[in-house]
Nanobody, 117 residues
Framework: QVQVVESGGGLVQPGGSLRLSCAAS????????MDWFRQASGEEREFVGR??????SYAESVKGRFSISRDNAKNTVYLQMNRLKPEDTAVYYC????????????WGQGTQVTVSS
């Protein structure tokens, strides 16, 4: 069982920045594909971005403002969020995708990000 834990959420003013962290257990972390999702109140969960061992991709709504990086030595991925908008307010979730004989997905518990003045 892989444990996934997000941290770093909070309240930030519009235009501000925040960095979320996501730590995942396991000895082969460098092979995990790590995704960020978010879910605003009353809305469907939506994809934010992804980082694999070699590439990143982002939803159009965050492209150019958010960036994802990883530190394999710390089993951690980061979501750097800049120029935040009130519509970025949501619970942010991290998900680990592990491919062995099959595909396995592990979710974190989420961290709240609120963008408000």
């Amino acid at each position: 069982q892989v444990q996934v834990v997000e941290s770093g959420g909070g309240l930030v003013q519009p235009g501000g920045s925040l960095r979320l962290s996501c730590a995942a257990s396991g000895r082969t972390f460098s092979t995990y594909v790590m995704d960020w999702f978010r879910q605003a109140s009353g809305e469907e969960r939506e994809f934010v971005g992804r980082i694999s061992s070699s590439s990143t991709s982002y939803a159009e709504s965050v492209k150019g403002r958010f960036s994802i990086s990883r530190d394999n030595a710390k089993n951690t991925v980061y979501l750097q969020m800049n120029r935040l908008k009130p519509e970025d307010t949501a619970v942010y979730y991290c998900r680990a995708k592990i491919v062995t004989d099959d595909e396995y997905y592990y979710w974190g518990q989420g961290t709240q990000v609120t963008v408000s003045s």
